[in-house]
């Protein structure tokens, strides 16, 4: 009867996930990779991001140089619990000071992704990457 109660014990704490989760953060919103000639020093770029019939949009100036082409980084507030993994629509509009430069659309993936786990992680990380040209 001791042995039984042992086994049972130890099987039930093998069952915590929460004991191998960590704090650690993951990729959330979108990673743009511009071609170098779409860069000017005062662009800003308004990013719109759509899927099924739900849109967001964001403007931001945080272009910067890496190895030669320009990445734009985007946070949108509502980005996990508005988008869910699978493909969406993108349009990313560039302005130099007030006139439009460039309209640039695309087709982006995006994907869950889990750094501490899925168990622990849910669906809180979502993002995607897409090279415009």
Request: glycine share 6%; aromatic share 6%.
């Amino acid at each position: 009867m001791r042995v039984l109660a042992v086994v049972a014990a130890l099987s039930v704490g093998s069952c915590d996930r929460t004991a191998d989760c960590t704090e650690a953060g993951g990729s959330l919103g979108l990673n743009l990779t511009l071609a170098p000639n779409l860069y000017e020093e005062r662009r800003t770029a308004e990013v719109e991001l759509c899927q099924d019939s739900t849109c967001e949009s964001v403007t931001t100036n945080d272009l910067y140089e890496v190895e030669g082409d320009i990445t734009v980084s985007t946070y949108f507030p509502r980005f996990a619990s508005t988008f869910r993994d699978g493909e969406a629509q993108l349009e990313v509009t560039l302005r130099d000071d007030a006139q439009i430069t460039h309209v640039l659309t695309s087709r982006v993936d995006l994907t869950y992704n889990y750094p501490n786990g899925r168990e622990c992680d849910g669906k809180q990380w979502l993002s995607g990457e897409v090279e415009l040209r």
